[in-house]
């Protein structure tokens, strides 16, 4: 059983943080509070420091009570605050050094801080709170400091696209800030054309991958697609970057 307080989320027999859990437990024990974690989240979330599981010889995660915890702790500044990790990181650390830390301000009266948030970090596949931001079309503009002209004419190329509400995304609120930052450059929205067909092309090869798993009827198997989808996402944005910066690398020598 658990014990679930503001706090964390803390397995009843771990209290003592001498028993230690799978990386497969710790996703069992989250997923009551937050369906749509999934190892590759846990994983992530370990790659950018913010949580450190002890290993095995053979390499295996294990996981204590208070890792468990800490991981609930920064799944809800995501997702109640959009927090960028950078700031998550930032307040953990000042959490372990035992300085008094401010709660964040809930999410509805932090809508102008949504402009300071690094635009890479929304686009991680795995930063779920981005897919749920809603935000108007005034909103929008000045969250990215563009202006209403410059706005419809990426959405013109399809570059930026509304949900079909009418609102946009955490998503689209990172892709607006980069083009208006490629814009800087002298990169105008036809030239991000080949851009949005090649991710489009991306798009079509997960779904391609996944849909098999997406008509399935066990509602478990469904939620492995959509895990599979958002983790080969992360690889194919991965292989792009890369093959990029390999390309540019041997024709600049």
């Known amino acids: 059983?658990?014990?679930?307080?503001?706090?964390?989320?803390?397995?009843?027999?771990?209290?003592?943080d001498r028993q230690l859990l799978s990386i497969g437990a710790v996703l069992n024990l989250l997923r009551d509070e937050f369906p749509e974690v999934?190892?590759?989240?846990?994983?992530?979330?370990?790659?950018?420091?913010?949580?450190?599981?002890?290993?095995?010889?053979?390499?295996?995660?294990?996981?204590?009570?208070?890792?468990v915890d800490r991981l609930a702790h920064v799944l809800r500044m995501q997702r109640d605050h959009y927090l960028p990790l950078k700031v998550i990181r930032e307040h953990l650390d000042a959490l372990d050094r035992g300085d008094p830390v401010p709660v964040?301000?809930?999410?509805?009266?932090?809508?102008?801080?949504?402009?300071?948030?690094?635009?890479?970090?929304l686009l991680e596949?795995?930063?779920?709170?981005?897919?749920?931001?809603?935000?108007?079309?005034?909103?929008?503009?000045?969250?990215?400091?563009?202006?209403?002209?410059?706005?419809?004419?990426?959405?013109?190329?399809?570059v930026v696209q509304p949900n079909p509400d009418g609102t946009y995304s955490g998503?689209?609120?990172?892709?607006?800030?980069?083009?208006?930052?490629?814009?800087?450059f002298g990169l105008e929205p036809r030239h991000l054309r080949a851009v949005r067909a090649a991710a489009e092309r991306e798009v079509g090869l997960v779904e391609q991958v996944v849909a098999p798993l997406r008509r399935h009827r066990n509602p478990q198997t469904?939620?492995?697609?959509?895990?599979?989808?958002?983790?080969?996402?992360?690889?194919?944005?991965?292989?792009?970057?890369?093959?990029?910066?390999?390309?540019?690398?041997v024709r600049m020598l």
């Not at 999934?38 to 204590?64: A, D, H, N, W």
């Not at 998503?171 to 800087?184: D, F, G, P, Q, S």
């Not at 469904?222 to 540019?248: I, N």
């Open 1 to 16: 059983m658990l014990r679930t307080s503001a706090g964390g989320i803390v397995p009843a027999a771990a209290t003592a």
């Open 125 to 158: 596949p795995e930063a779920d709170a981005a897919a749920v931001v809603r935000l108007g079309r005034a909103e929008l503009v000045a969250a990215a400091g563009v202006t209403e002209e410059q706005l419809g004419e990426w959405e013109s190329y399809g």
């Open 171 to 184: 998503e689209m609120l990172a892709i607006t800030k980069i083009v208006a930052e490629m814009r800087r």
């Open 222 to 249: 469904r939620a492995h697609a959509e895990a599979m989808a958002r983790e080969l996402a992360t690889l194919s944005v991965r292989l792009h970057a890369a093959l990029v910066q390999s390309g540019l690398r």
């Open 104 to 121: 964040p301000a809930p999410a509805g009266a932090r809508s102008g801080a949504l402009a300071e948030e690094p635009a890479g970090e």
């Open 38 to 67: 999934t190892i590759s989240k846990i994983r992530f979330l370990e790659t950018e420091g913010l949580v450190e599981p002890q290993r095995t010889p053979s390499g295996y995660r294990k996981f204590s009570a208070k890792d």
